[in-house]
C-alpha cells in the first residue's frame, strides 16, 4: 500500500533496508541522528539539535555538515551556544538572501527567550555568531515564546510561534548583533508554522486544524504602533494538527500548500486569491492516509512513537510555477509529488530510510530515539482512527495488532519531518535516526519539463 512500511516487515527485520522508487541514496552522515527540522544553505546542511537527554552533559548542539561531495558529507563543527544546545526544534531557518541562520531554544516543547542568529555567508561551513549578547546570552532572554520560527523574505525579521497560548512575536534583525522584538501578539489558542508572501504583507499561520491568515504590513514597513489583523481563516475536519505552509505562484495566481502533521490529513493545495475566502483545490494523501486504511494505519504504528504515516514539512522546487514538491512523511519517509497540473498531483518518487532498531536511546540528537521513544502509541494520528471507526470505515478493534505497545518504542521506521531541499537533481534531507541524507533523482524522473 502507498505510504507503508507493513508490520510484517517490521516484525522481520525488512524495514532495517530501505524501500525507494526513482531516489537512491548517494551519501549519508548518521552522527548522533537529527532534530525535527534541518536547515540547508549553499554546500552546507545544519542538523536541527535534540533537547538535553543527558545529565552529564549538556545537549548535542547544530551540527554543521559539509556537503560540497554528497557522497562524503563531511561533519565540520557544532554550534554550542545555549539556543542550540536547547534544542532548536522547528525553529532553525535560513534566509538564503542575506546569508543568516537563526534558530531558538525550545526544549520541551514550546522555549522563552533563547534566540542565536548567525553569518553563514562567508564559509557556511563556519557560522559566525552575530548576537553574543541578547537573545543568545540566558540572562539577556527576549521576550519571546517559541517552538516555531522562520524568516520574512526580506529577511529582515525573524518571526516565532510559541504554539501553546497562541503567541507569535516579531524580531528585527535589521541589525543581526542586536535583535529585538517589534511586535507580540496572540493569534488563537494554538498556533505553530507559518508561511508568508513573497512582499512580507501576508502569514498564513497554522492552528490546530486550519490556518488563519494575518495582515503583517505595518510590522514589514516598521509601523511605529503596528498592528496585525485577522484576515481570514479556514479549518478542516480531516487533520488534527495543521504544521506549516508554503505559498507559492502558479499562472500568475497565488496559491498555497499546507501541510497537516497529524490525523491524515495530508497536504491541501489552496486557493489564496481571496484570503478572506480560501478555497480548497485539492489535497495530497498517500493510500494509508484514506479513512478505509485507518485499521492498517494504527497497526502499522502501533509501537513506534507518536507520530505514524503522516505528512510534517515540505517545499517546493521553485516559488513560481512549482513542478515538484517533497515532503518529509514521518515513517512513510520522504514522499516526491508532481505538481504541475494541481488538479491531477502524481508521486513520482520516494526513499523511506532503513529502521534502526538496535539504536534506540542511542542516538543522542535523534527525538524519536530519545523523547520519541517513551510512547509507543501514535497519538498524533489517533483521532483521525477514531473518526475512520465510528463512521463505520473501519471495524475498530482491527486498529491493535501484535506490534500495538503501549510504552517504549520498537525503531522499525524513522521519523523523517525535515523538509527536503531540491538540490539540481538531488534532495538533501535529515531523517531523526538516520541523521543526514543526500538522495539522487533516478529513471529521469526529475527534474521536469
Avoid at 484570503?275 to 484514506?290: C, G, P, S
Avoid at 536511546?361 to 497519538?379: C, D, F, M, Q
Wanted: glycine content about 14%.
Amino acid at each position: 500500500m502507498q505510504g507503508q512500511v507493513p508490520l510484517a516487515d517490521r516484525r522481520s527485520g525488512r524495514s532495517q533496508q530501505p524501500y525507494s522508487c526513482n531516489l537512491g541514496l548517494v551519501g549519508q552522515l548518521q552522527g548522533q541522528g537529527a532534530g525535527i527540522v534541518s536547515a540547508a544553505y549553499g554546500n552546507c546542511v545544519y542538523v536541527g539539535s535534540n533537547i538535553p537527554t543527558r545529565l552529564d552533559r549538556p545537549g548535542p548542539g547544530v551540527q554543521v555538515v559539509d556537503v560540497s561531495d554528497p557522497a562524503r558529507p563531511r561533519h565540520t563543527g557544532t554550534l554550542i551556544e545555549p539556543p542550540m544546545q536547547a534544542g532548536t526544534w522547528e525553529s532553525l531557518k535560513v534566509d538564503p538572501g542575506r546569508g543568516l541562520l537563526a534558530g531558538t531554544g525550545v526544549g520541551l516543547l514550546t522555549g522563552i527567550g533563547g534566540f542565536s542568529i548567525y553569518d553563514v555567508s562567508q564559509d557556511c561551513t563556519r557560522p559566525r555568531l552575530l548576537n553574543p549578547g541578547t537573545g543568545t546570552q540566558l540572562s539577556l532572554p527576549l521576550p519571546i515564546t517559541t517552538h516555531e520560527g522562520g524568516f520574512s523574505p526580506d529577511g529582515r525579521t525573524y518571526w516565532a510561534a510559541g504554539t501553546a497560548g497562541g503567541q507569535l512575536s516579531a524580531i528585527d534583525v535589521s541589525n543581526p548583533a542586536e535583535p529585538r522584538v517589534v511586535w507580540t501578539g496572540l493569534t488563537g489558542v494554538s498556533n505553530h508554522g507559518f508561511g508568508i508572501t513573497p512582499d512580507g504583507n501576508r502569514m498564513y499561520i497554522s492552528t490546530l486544524a486550519g490556518i488563519t491568515v494575518l495582515d503583517i504590513s505595518a510590522v514589514q514597513r516598521r509601523a511605529l504602533f503596528p498592528v496585525v489583523p485577522h484576515v481570514g481563516r479556514r479549518l478542516w475536519s480531516d487533520g488534527q494538527l495543521t504544521q506549516h505552509t508554503i505559498p507559492v505562484t502558479v499562472d500568475g495566481a497565488p496559491v498555497i500548500f499546507t501541510v497537516d502533521e497529524g490525523g491524515s490529513g495530508g497536504v491541501k493545495v489552496i486557493d489564496s486569491s481571496d484570503d478572506a475566502n480560501l478555497r480548497l483545490i485539492n489535497t495530497i494523501k498517500l493510500e494509508v492516509n484514506l479513512p478505509q486504511n485507518m485499521d492498517v494505519w494504527a497497526q502499522d504504528n502501533g509501537g513506534n512513537g507518536a507520530f505514524g504515516y503522516d505528512a510534517h514539512y515540505c517545499s517546493v522546487d521553485r516559488p513560481v510555477d512549482p513542478t515538484a514538491l517533497a515532503c518529509g512523511w514521518i515513517q512513510s519517509g520522504i514522499r516526491v509529488f508532481d505538481v504541475r497540473d494541481l488538479q491531477d498531483i502524481k508521486e513520482i518518487a520516494y526513499f523511506v530510510p532503513p529502521g534502526q532498531p538496535d539504536k534506540a536511546g542511542r542516538l543522542e540528537n535523534s527525538t524519536h530515539a530519545t523523547l520519541g521513544s517513551i510512547v509507543g502509541l501514535p497519538l498524533i494520528g489517533s483521532i483521525a482512527v477514531a473518526r475512520a471507526a465510528l463512521e463505520g470505515d473501519i471495524n475498530g478493534a482491527d486498529a491493535v495488532g501484535p506490534g500495538t505497545r503501549p510504552i517504549g518504542i520498537d525503531m522499525s521506521s524513522d521519523w523523517c519531518m525535515s523538509p527536503p531541499e531540491f538540490r539540481g537533481d538531488q534532495l538533501w534531507v535529515t531523517c531523526m535516526d538516520n541523521g543526514f541524507l543526500a538522495l539522487q533523482f533516478q529513471n529521469g524522473v526529475y527534474p521536469l519539463t
